[in-house]
């Protein structure tokens, strides 16, 4: 294990929250990130390793399709260069359908089990290498997008900050992470599903993420939530528990449904633009 400062402002002094299957959660004294600290030592490697679960769903339903033939079309605005980068691609869904809409689409990805199915989706257009590392010509894609990643990250600002490098100027980023400030995380407690402290170990709430991507330099950064989640679980060995109270239960569907008017839904989906100077 090692023990690490607060990745988004450097402090080493944090407030410990709980404990889950011997990992501790820890919130930043100074800007109120939470991560994990101490964290596995070769975090990165095994993140390599990981299984299936780190892929992404194995099979699309037809609204999940849909979804992910509107997310791509509302990308249309920012097509210039006809670029669009995917860091921690999974299993391609994305890929697949921004191929079909003509995008030449990259794919960033690290999982070994991820890399051989992204090269049977797009030959010839997938980036091994970690997040924050990995190497681009400045300016050179029109959007990125980067799901369910940066919650598995071991620099999240470093990684966001290569985004930016990448990214032309009016580029456009949009993520996906959990959200710790979120109505399920509350009623859940540590058991919440998304508490997993060998993969999840940076923690992001509406105001941590827009203090990343202000920091990093991006603008017309938009945060909204949705989704209510009852499912509690550990992972050491892993199992799913029992609803905390199923008097919850009756509730789920109705809040499920007006949740995504707060910034209190388990799911935050955010997008920021790169600075135009030309504007
Ligand atoms: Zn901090």
Redesign the pocket.
């Known amino acids: 294990m090692v023990t690490v400062a ?1 990745d ?4 080493e002094e944090h407030t410990l929250l709980f404990v889950k299957e011997g990992f501790r959660h820890v919130r ?1 004294r ?4 939470v991560f994990v600290n101490p964290r596995l030592a070769d975090h990165t490697q095994s993140q390599m390793r990981s299984g299936t679960g780190a892929m992404g769903d194995e099979f699309l339903t037809p609204p999940q399709e849909k979804r992910l033939m509107h997310e791509v079309a509302v990308l249309e605005p920012f097509r210039r260069l006809n670029r669009v980068l995917e860091v921690g691609a999974g299993r391609g869904w994305f890929i697949a359908a921004a191929l079909k809409a003509g995008w030449d689409a990259w794919a960033l990805e690290i999982n070994s089990q991820a890399l051989e199915r992204l090269a049977a989706v797009n030959p010839g257009r997938v980036i091994k290498e970690p997040a924050e590392d990995f190497q681009c010509d400045p300016g050179c894609v029109d959007v990125v997008r980067m799901w369910d990643v940066i919650e598995h990250l071991a620099s999240p600002s470093r990684a966001v900050a290569n985004i930016h490098r990448v990214l032309r100027p009016g580029g456009l980023l949009t993520l996906a992470t959990t959200n710790f400030a979120s109505l399920s995380r509350w009623v859940n407690g540590p058991e919440w599903v998304y508490l997993n402290g060998a993969d999840h170990i940076v923690l992001f709430e509406p105001e941590t993420i827009r203090r990343l991507l202000i920091q990093v330099g991006f603008t017309a950064i938009s945060i909204r939530t949705r989704s209510f989640n009852l499912r509690r679980k550990l992972y050491h060995p892993e199992r799913e528990l029992p609803v905390r109270s199923k008097l919850l239960l009756p509730f789920r569907k109705i809040v499920d449904e007006t949740i995504r008017l707060t910034l209190y839904g388990h799911q935050m989906i955010v997008t920021a633009v790169k600075k135009n100077n030309e504007n």
């Not at 988004?8 to 402090?11: A, D, I, P, R, Y």
């Not at 100074?30 to 990130?33: A, D, E, P, Q």
């Open positions: 607060c988004l402002c450097g402090s930043c100074r800007c109120g990130l």
